[in-house]
């Protein structure tokens, strides 16, 4: 694969297509894939709130489906967390309509204090719950990695567990034929931040993704010795 961008050219023998669930580089060699709408809706809402969780996440299980309390860092010294509550389109959409003190009356009901109470509602979105998986992990020399090979119903944190150990398989066997990775670089840049540098080179990012819950020494695969960047750095060493 060669490409260019701004006089900067990039020469390659192998893809490793890590660009999300929409992945530019699937559409691009049309791999086909296996699809799955569950036809449910899920709310994510960041806030603050007067507990310290202590870096527990909590799960409650519903009828119309699961409500996951996820801990993250602290922010101008006030706890804060995120909600993932999936349920029914209509449920959600009728949820996201209110505003943030119905919205945060309803959480402190159903969350029953877990993290004591909802104080301040920092942001919310909803996204349609679907799945899918590749009909091929790899092709051609490019090999899908985390959600471009395959996503999931948001529970219980899959996605992104199965995104580690993809990352944690292809780097084995980049130590067991001794490769080297000698960059990093991307399609499309859908980050509001600076571009990634490499000897004075930009780089862009091809998604945003924010997960400041975790440290880089927290993460099993880190403990491992593998290397890797926390989500949502726009740096590389």
């Not at 990039?10 to 699937?26: M, P, Q």
Request: aromatic content about 12%.
């Amino acid at each position: 694969v060669i490409t260019k961008q701004n006089n900067f050219y990039v020469n390659t023998n192998i893809i490793f297509a890590c660009d999300g669930k929409n992945s530019s580089i699937r559409k691009i060699f049309k791999t086909p894939i296996y699809r799955k709408d569950y036809k449910k809706k899920a709310i994510v809402i960041n806030f603050y709130h007067s507990k310290n969780h202590n870096n527990t996440a909590f799960e409650f299980f519903f009828k119309n489906g699961p409500l996951a309390i996820l801990p993250m860092q602290k922010n101008k010294n006030q706890f804060q967390s995120s909600i993932v509550w999936t349920n029914t389109n209509k449920f959600i959409n009728s949820l996201f309509s209110l505003d943030d003190n119905n919205i945060i009356s309803i959480l402190n009901e159903k969350t029953q204090g877990s993290v004591g109470e909802i104080k301040k509602i920092i942001t919310k979105q909803t996204f349609p719950l679907k799945a899918h998986l590749n009909s091929k992990f790899f092709e051609n020399r490019i090999i899908y990695l985390g959600d471009s090979a395959h996503s999931f119903h948001p529970i219980a944190g899959q996605g992104w567990n199965l995104g580690m150990q993809d990352v944690e398989s292809i780097y084995n066997l980049v130590k067991k034929y001794k490769s080297k990775v000698v960059g990093y670089a991307c399609l499309i840049n859908r980050s509001s931040k600076p571009s990634l540098k490499i000897k004075d080179k930009n780089i862009v990012s091809q998604i945003k993704l924010e997960i400041p819950t975790y440290k880089k020494n927290d993460l099993p695969i880190e403990l491992k010795k593998i290397p890797i960047t926390k989500p949502g750095s726009r740096y590389l060493k």
